[in-house]
Each structure stands twice: as C-alpha cells, then as structure tokens.
C-alpha cells in the first residue's frame, strides 16, 4: 500500500444532505453524463486513480471512523474494507482498457459475418448506489468503482446508520473525484425517498429485503434496472467426516469478524448428531483460544451498530427454546454481545427463522446428508452463502442440491473475500452481482452493433418486396437449421448427424461451419491438382 499525504483526522459530525438539494444533484449527474466526458476512457481512469490516491490518503481517517461506528479494529478495516478495495481498484485500473474494448468474440450465424457484429460497451447514464451500514466504506465504494469504471456518474447513498464512515466518505468522494459526476448525499428513510423519485439509469441498493421491495417497487414504475444486493440465513453443514476442530475454529471467525455482521456468515450449522458434542467442545476452546480475557475487553472484537439491532439481536437469544452452549453474554450499554452459539432441536426455532446478522448462532442436529439438505431447503431455499464441511462427496451434494449465492467448502464464506471475484445472491438473497468485471458488467449495457455493406444487398433481396419465391429457397438452405436431435431430444449419431456435422452449414457457430467448409474447399482443391497430375 502506498504512504498516505497528511489529512485532518477530525470526523466531521453526520449532516444530512439538504432535501432541497438532492433534485439538483441528480440533475448536475445526469447532465454531467450527457456532457459525454465519462465516455472517455481516460478520463475514467484519472479518476480512478484519483480514488486511489484519496483511499491512500484516508485510510487512517477511515479505521477511526470505522472504529466510532462499529468499534471495528483497525486490522479489520483494512482486511475488509480497505485493502478489498484496493485490490478491487487495482484489477479495474490493470483491466479497463480491455473490458471497453467491443466484444468480438460472438456467436453468430455465418451468413452475417460480413456485417462485422459486435457489442459495444456503454454505461448505462447517472446511477444511484445505496450502502449499508456493515461494511460501510466497502459496500458504498465498490459499486461506486464498478459505476465509475462503466463511465456512468454516480450519487452515493451510504447507510446513516454508520455515520461516521458517511461523513468521511462524503468529505473524501468531494476532495478527489469529479464535483459534477460524482456525489455523496447523506441522510435517512427522507434524504432515500428524495433519491428514489429522481430518474435513474440503475439503482444499486445493499440492505434488507423490506426495504428493497420498496427499492424495487419505485425502480419499476420507472423501468429502472436495479441489483440488489440482500441478506439471508446462511447454513453451513458440518458432517462426522469433517475436521472438527478446523470447522469450529473457522466458523468462529467467520462469526466474530465484525461482530458478525456479515451478510455471508452462517446463521445456523447442521451438525451430525454423533459429533455435536465434540464440535461444541471445538468451538469453546477456539472461543479462549481468540479471546483469552474475553471478547468484551479485546480489542479484536466489534460491537453491534446500534441499540435497535442490538435488541433485535438479544431478543433472538431471549425468544429461542434452544441451550445456549458457547458465550452468551450481553451489554446494552456497551451495544456488546458475545459470540454466542444455542443447541436447537427444530428448524422453527428463532434462533433459525430470523437472520441473525450479529454474533449469535444456533447448531441443528440432523441424522443423515440427506436429512441435513432438507432441512436447509427447507429454511431458505435461496441464501446468499453456504459453508460445508465434510467428505468430498458429501459436499459436492451439497453443492449440488442446496442453491446459494455463493458457497465455500471447508472455511466459513471465504468466496466472499476475494475482491474481484463476482458477487451476489440468488431468489431473497438478490439478483445481480458486482466486485472486479462484474462491478464494470453491472453498470454496463452491452449494444449490439451491425455495419451492412452496400454490396450486401443482392444478398439481402430476399427481404425486399416483390418476394421471390427462387430467393426465398437459397436463402432458407443457406440459413436453416438442421437439428441433431430426433423428436424425443435424443442427440442423433448415426452417419447423417456425422455427415451434417462435418460438411453442414448450419452448425452451432459460424467459426465451427466456417472451418468446416474450409476444410471441404481445401480437400476439393487438393483432390482437384492431384487429378490433373494424375491426368498430365
Ligand atoms: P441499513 O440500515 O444500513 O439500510 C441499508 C440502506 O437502506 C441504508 O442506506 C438506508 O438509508 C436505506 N434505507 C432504509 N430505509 C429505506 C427506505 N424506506 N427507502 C430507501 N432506502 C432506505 O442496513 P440494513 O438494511 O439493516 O442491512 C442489513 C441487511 O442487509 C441484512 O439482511 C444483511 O444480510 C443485508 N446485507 C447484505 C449484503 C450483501 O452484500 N448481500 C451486505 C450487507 C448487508
């Protein structure tokens, strides 16, 4: 990471964005996309690298603010946040000049190749990207790269729940970037409902699922495209073949960082009955292992956003049947609850059917793999993540029988740490997904462009009225299909499937017939010289 100029470290106090001015902000991005100055891919970059370089510069600003909303460690910001976006921007500002390039590489039939297709890359106008209080720098920034990157402008909407990190973002977008393309308006439910009844070209919202229905609700009486980026309660299974210690050890983590306020964490573990109470027995030992004071007086532990959650939370552990077999400890006052894990022994428990998103947990006994996959279909059947732990082919069961939005074997969401990798949900859990190409993809429109030569038209004739029926035939032999498959969808291998795939026309890609037709010119040339050879 490069060293950081000096900035005020002062955190500015949360100041929402006047109502009055959020219809001339999104006006200002949109005529700012219409000046087409983002269309330049330069311009793009110098920006980017503008970003960069405020990232560098904010970074010790942001673990303090980090730190005041979240009491986030420092150690944690970087991990998660910052250096998540570095290398999110790295791979953008290494890859750009490629990703804006035309498609060219595309399937199509033939007979168009002279129309040279391709697809153009363009961005799709001024968007809106709104950003939750979890991981607040990452979640704003990251999309707002992919929106950057694309060439779109972009109004940042960050959660005012972490108020703090809005601010400095607010401060550091306005101190680097463009100050007629980019913006941070902060603010609530009123500032949100001011952004939503402006025109945009897409709306990016991270959050929970009531709230995107209302997201998505506004977006479609405009057409707005949006991606949503939502939560879910995420199983992992742990079998009898599993390492127990490592599983515990890693599902620890994967509970702890942020006080687990992770969107990917594991909100239940299936356990196999006959290891459920070694596994408890892991999980205690790692529990002393991370924090040998304890959680409340370690610096490497968060606290939860806010007094609602933190209700929200504890209610979870005062509504549930189950045993509480690992912490349990909670402090209003200090917003502190300690990783907790509670034995349950039905799938409608609380501990269960609510989305935890804090540091609480609950183990599900199950008998057999089979029974295990029920049961998480049954809870949701389209989580954001799922975690595994067990013999190759039980997880691959797993994986083949439990959807998700992405998945880790043998680690709790690991798939979610790496920076440019795609990431999203499925069904409840979202739709659409973002980090590294994706980000750029998400704020992209992919336009199919054609060129059709002049001398192109005698092909063409056949469009034109008076319809030839002598046309009509060349055209269809030339273009037609010929299946390789009979009525009952069998794919057909006798010598006619063979004979049509080497010398047919219409084949499943013009480059496939194109070769193929090639090869039979050059045979027919060869057969051709050999014969006059022959004839000399
Ligand atoms: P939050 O309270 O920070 O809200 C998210 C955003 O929604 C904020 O910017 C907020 O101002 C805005 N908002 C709230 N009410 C609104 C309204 N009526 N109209 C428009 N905007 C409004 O965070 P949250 O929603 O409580 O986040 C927790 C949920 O988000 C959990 O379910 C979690 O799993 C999910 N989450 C998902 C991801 C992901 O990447 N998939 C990441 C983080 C959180």
Partial sequence: MAVGMAVDITIPAFEAT???????????????????????VEWRLVQLRKLY????????????????????????????????????????????????????????????????PRIRKEPLGAVLVIGAYNVPLMLSLAPFIGAMAAGCTAVLKPSEN???????????????????????????????????????????????NAVARIVAKKAAETLTPVTLELGGRNPSFVSKSADLA???????????????????????????????????????????????????????????????????????????????????ETDRSDLYISPTVVLVDSIDDPMVTE?????????????????????????????????????????????????????????????????????GGVGESGT???HGKASFDGFTHRRTVVEVPGWMDKLLRVRYAPFSPADFKRHLWLTGNRPGFDRDGKVLRGPAYWLWLVFGLGGPSAKGALLRWTVLFASAYAAFFQYRKYRI
């Fill in 355 to 423: 989305e935890s998103f804090g540091p609480v947990w609950s183990i599900v006994p199950f008998d057999t793999i089979d029974d295990a996959i029920r049961l998480a279909n049954t809870v949701d059947s389209t989580p954001l993540a799922l975690m595994t732990f067990g013999s190759k082919s039980e997880n691959a069961k797993i994986l083949d029988r439990v959807t998700s939005g992405g998945a880790t074997i043998n680690d709790a969401w690991m798939h979610g740490a790496i920076a440019t990798l795609p990431f």
């Fill in 162 to 208: 972490a108020p703090a990190t809005a601010m400095v973002m607010k401060e550091m977008v306005e101190k680097y970037l463009d100050p007629s393309s980019f913006f941070v308006v902060n603010g609530a439910i009123p500032e949100s409902t001011a952004l939503l009844n402006e025109r945009w070209a897409k709306i990016f919202y991270t959050g929970n």
């Fill in 18 to 40: 006047p109502l009055d001015d959020i219809a001339q902000i999104a006006a200002t991005a949109r005529s700012s996309f219409q000046s087409q100055k983002t269309k330049d």
């Fill in 246 to 328: 490592l599983a515990a050890r890693r599902l620890l983590w994967g509970k702890t960082i942020n006080a687990g306020q992770i969107c990917l964490s594991q909100n239940y573990v299936l356990v196999q009955k006959e290891v459920v109470d070694d596994f408890i027995k892991f999980l205690n030992a790692s529990y002393h292992e991370f924090y040998p004071s304890g959680p409340q007086s370690s610096e490497d532990y968060a606290r939860i956003i806010n007094e609602r959650q933190f209700d929200r939370i504890k209610k979870m552990l005062d509504t549930t049947k189950g045993k509480i077999v690992m912490g349990g």
């Fill in 53 to 116: 370089w405020g990232l560098t510069d904010y970074t010790e600003k942001f673990q303090a603010a980090l730190k005041k909303d979240l009491n986030k460690p420092p150690h944690d910001a970087i991990l998660t946040e910052i250096h998540h976006l570095f290398q999110d921007l790295d791979l953008t500002l290494k890859k750009l000049k490629d990703w804006v390039k035309d498609d060219k590489d595309i399937d199509y039939p033939w007979t168009f190749a002279a129309m040279k």
């Fill in 432 to 434: 659409g997904s973002y």
